[in-house]
C-alpha cells in the first residue's frame, strides 16, 4: 500500500505536462511528503477542459468498514457504561479516507469510476513501507525524480473526517493499485500503484470508455523504477520546476 508520496514540481510544470485549462488552486509550495487526508494537486475533467485542483488524500470507505468501526467503538462506550445513540455515534463516525483502489469491480468504487470522476494525481516519486529494508523505500523513475502521474478517481463528499472538524464537505482523491513489478515486488508484494507513462495513456484514463480505461490497471514493465531513496519520511530532492 502506498501512503507516502511527493510532489515538489511547480504548477506551471504540470499545468504545461497535462493540458490543463483552468487551475482552481493557489500557489502550489512543494510537498515533499504527501499522507493520507493531506489536500494535494489532481488534475480532472471539467466543463471546459481539464483542470488543476486539490482534494484531500482519502475516498469515502465503504458502508461496512464504517459500521464495523461504529460498532467497536459502541462496545467500548457499552463497556464504559455510556449510553450510545446508535445511529448518531454511526453519523459522527470519523472516515479518514481509503487510499489505494485495487477491486474496481465492488459497487462501493464503481459509482465514480465514469470519466467524469477521474483523475491523475501528479507525484515524482513514491514510497513503500518495508520495516526490514530499512523502512519507507523511494521509488521513482530515475534519480532526476520526474513528474509523473497515478490513475486517480475523485468526487465531492460530505462526511467527518476528523471528529475535531466535524461534518464537512470536501474534494477527496485516491488512486488505483495492482500488481508490483519485480522492483517494487522486492519491497512491496502486494500492490504498487498505477502509473500512466504517456500522454496517449493519460488521455485514455481521462476520456476512454471504461473497459478500456481500466486496462491501464496493470504493474510497470519491469526495470522501469529505481530505489532512489530509504528510511527517510520524506523525499526532499525531487525538482522544483
Known amino acids: 500500500m502506498c501512503n507516502l508520496y511527493p510532489i515538489t514540481t511547480n504548477q506551471a510544470a504540470i499545468i504545461a505536462l497535462f493540458r490543463v485549462v483552468n487551475r482552481y488552486v493557489g500557489n502550489l509550495e512543494p510537498m515533499p511528503g504527501v499522507f493520507p487526508d493531506y489536500k494535494a494537486p489532481i488534475v480532472r475533467n471539467g466543463a471546459e477542459g481539464r483542470e488543476l485542483a486539490t482534494a484531500r488524500w482519502g475516498m469515502p470507505s465503504s458502508s461496512k468498514a464504517l459500521m464495523d468501526a461504529t460498532k467497536k467503538r459502541a462496545e467500548k462506550l457499552q463497556a464504559k457504561g455510556k449510553t450510545v445513540d446508535f445511529k448518531e455515534l454511526l453519523r459522527m463516525e470519523p472516515d479518514g479516507g481509503t487510499t489505494n483502489i485495487r477491486n474496481v469491480k465492488s459497487k462501493h468504487w464503481t459509482r465514480w469510476l465514469g470519466a467524469e470522476n477521474r483523475c491523475v494525481v501528479p507525484f515524482n516519486s513514491f514510497s513503500e513501507f518495508n520495516k526490514t529494508e530499512g523502512g519507507d523505500i523511494w521509488f521513482a523513475f530515475d534519480e532526476e525524480r520526474p513528474l509523473a502521474c497515478f490513475a486517480g478517481i475523485w468526487t465531492n463528499w ?83 520546476t
Open 158 to 240: 460530505t462526511s467527518v473526517r476528523k471528529v475535531k472538524e466535524g461534518e464537512t464537505t470536501n474534494d477527496l482523491y485516491a488512486f488505483l493499485t495492482t500488481e508490483p513489478n519485480a522492483e517494487v515486488g522486492a519491497i512491496h508484494p502486494k500492490a504498487m500503484p498505477v502509473i500512466l507513462t504517456t500522454p496517449d495513456e493519460v488521455e485514455a484514463w481521462m476520456t476512454a470508455p471504461l473497459d478500456e480505461a481500466l486496462k491501464l490497471q496493470r504493474p510497470l514493465a519491469d526495470g522501469t523504477l529505481r530505489i532512489v531513496a530509504r528510511g527517510v519520511k520524506e523525499d526532499l530532492t525531487g525538482p522544483t
